[in-house]
């Protein structure tokens, strides 16, 4: 095996981005989230596969995870228009936060009654798995050319970008009960409400100084403003991090209230920053692709599938109709799809690493499980998406059958719309 060269590392770091792309997009095409070709390539260049790469740190690999998630949350803020989201903020911050509560429970009994997990291993499992993936939804939508209706996207849109930090909340909860297993639960309900509140002030406090930075500061080299958008996303979650908030939440909200301001070069921000997100996720699914072994999948079927099949049918309905019971606006078509349309990525993968790294009693097979989770959600949901939601009447093309006396005042706002939002 020849000495590995600087220039051997990036010719071969720069051959894995490119077909890591190109494996994205051909998965793409049939309507399976571009994740998987990415995580596909990233097992294929492990020591199981074909390239050999012998790559199993799995520190390493938690904190590019998390450092792509930063980027990934804060892009996906400042592509999230505020006018859109506003009418649908409470159901989707309750679908957020008791939704994910409630689909991690469902998860947690399941693993406890079934694969015979500890009462504190089934509640870990539960909340790795109980956040969504938006990019994932969005992707397929786009490829399948399915136009939601503009509040359902709207509700999953922003659900699916404030719903990490409490998946992350109820994993740290559930480690450290399992490190100190007296620890009285109340003693976590001040936790998270200074952890999300902290989070969405620190948000707020650097969207707002980022954009009256680029306002003022009267930059002479176009390149900086793109150096400044990145201090920001790293801002935002450092400082939410050190006063002990949600970095995450706090990434995201300063994206959003950046990208519903204005400012010079805000155009060419977004492009950057979308260009810069999409770079993290084929980075980030390609690491946690090289931690996996295939060799092992096989081993956690029945129990990956069983996961899957509780998730998609039982626990994320389950939390999708019991958190929008009391929002009338959306009916039980916009609840079904909604339920279809939660889609794992890669949160859940990340959050399966703390496990490991942690030292959890069988936390690698817990990996495998929820690896396996992701790639079922995927193929199995993910082609299914745009069809699912013609059938029920929520794409565009379906609204626009409507009466003519309702559709001239509906039209020109939702084609306005249609371009931002996705």
Same mark, same amino acid.
């Given at each position: 095996m020849p000495a590995v060269t600087p220039e051997l590392f990036l010719l071969v770091t720069g051959v894995l981005l490119l077909t890591t792309v190109l494996a994205g997009t051909l998965s793409s095409r049939f309507g399976v989230p571009a994740?998987?070709?990415?995580?596909?390539?990233?097992?294929?260049a492990g020591s199981d596969g074909p390239g050999g790469i012998g790559f199993a740190d799995y520190q390493v690999a938690q904190t590019i995870g998390v450092a792509c998630l930063i980027f990934i949350l804060f892009?996906?803020?400042?592509?999230?228009p505020w006018k859109a989201v506003r009418p649908v903020l409470?159901?989707?911050?309750?679908?957020?936060?008791v939704g994910v509560t409630i689909s991690? %429970?469902? /998860?947690? &009994?399941?693993?406890?009654?079934?694969?015979?997990?500890?009462? &504190?291993?089934?509640?870990?499992?539960?909340? #790795?798995?109980a956040s969504t993936d938006a990019a994932a939804v969005f $992707?397929?939508?786009?490829?399948?050319?399915?136009?939601?209706? =503009?509040?359902?996207?709207?509700?999953? =849109?922003? =659900?699916?970008?404030?719903?990490?930090?409490?998946?992350i909340f109820l994993v740290g909860m559930a480690l450290a009960l399992i490190a100190v297993p007296t620890t009285p639960l109340l003693n976590f309900v001040p936790d998270f409400m200074l952890q999300m509140f902290l989070g969405a002030m620190v948000g707020l406090l650097i969207g707002y100084a980022f954009t009256v930075i680029l306002a003022r500061a009267k930059l002479r080299q176009g390149g900086l403003f793109l150096v400044v958008s990145v201090a920001a996303a790293l801002l935002a979650f450092g400082l939410a991090g050190v006063l002990t908030g949600s970095g995450f939440l706090a990434a995201y909200v300063a994206g959003v209230?950046?990208?519903?301001?204005?400012?010079?070069?805000?155009?060419? #921000?977004?492009?950057?920053?979308?260009?810069?997100? !999409?770079? $993290?996720?084929? #980075?980030?699914?390609?690491?946690?692709?090289? #931690?996996?072994? +295939?060799?092992?999948?096989?081993? /956690?079927? *029945? =129990? %990956?599938? @069983?996961?899957?099949?509780?998730?998609?049918?039982v626990a994320r309905p389950a939390s999708v109709f019991i958190s929008l @019971?009391?929002?009338?606006?959306?009916? !039980?078509?916009?609840? &079904? *799809?909604?339920? !279809?349309?939660?889609?794992?990525?890669? /949160? +859940?993968?990340?959050? $399966?690493?703390?496990?490991?790294? @942690?030292?959890?009693?069988?936390?690698?097979?817990?990996?495998?499980?929820?690896?396996?989770?992701?790639?079922?959600?995927?193929?199995?949901?993910?082609?299914?998406?745009?069809?699912? $939601?013609?059938?029920?009447?929520?794409d565009r093309k379906t609204a626009s059958k409507a009466p003519k006396a309702e559709a001239p005042p509906a039209s020109p706002p939702v084609a306005k719309g249609e371009e931002t939002t996705a």
């Open positions: 994740l998987i070709g990415f995580l596909a390539l990233g097992m294929l892009s996906g803020g400042l592509d999230t409470t159901p989707a911050l309750v679908l957020a936060t991690a %429970g469902v /998860v947690s &009994l399941t693993a406890i009654l079934l694969l015979d997990f500890s009462l &504190l291993q089934g509640f870990l499992l539960g909340s #790795v798995v $992707a397929v939508l786009r490829n399948q050319e399915t136009k939601l209706r =503009e509040d359902v996207l709207a509700l999953i =849109e922003l =659900e699916s970008g404030s719903n990490d930090p409490m998946a209230l950046a990208g519903n301001r204005d400012y010079p070069g805000r155009k060419a #921000v977004s492009q950057f920053q979308d260009g810069l997100a !999409w770079l $993290a996720q084929v #980075v980030m699914f390609l690491t946690l692709g090289l #931690v996996v072994f +295939p060799h092992q999948l096989p081993g /956690v079927a *029945f =129990e %990956g599938l @069983a996961i899957t099949a509780v998730l998609m049918l @019971a009391p929002f009338r606006r959306f009916d !039980w078509r916009a609840k &079904l *799809f909604v339920s !279809w349309a939660g889609l794992r990525g890669a /949160v +859940p993968i990340v959050l $399966a690493t703390f496990g490991i790294v @942690a030292g959890v009693p069988d936390a690698q097979a817990m990996f495998n499980i929820v690896f396996f989770v992701v790639l079922a959600s995927s193929v199995i949901q993910g082609p299914t998406i745009g069809l699912l $939601a013609k059938r029920l009447g929520l």
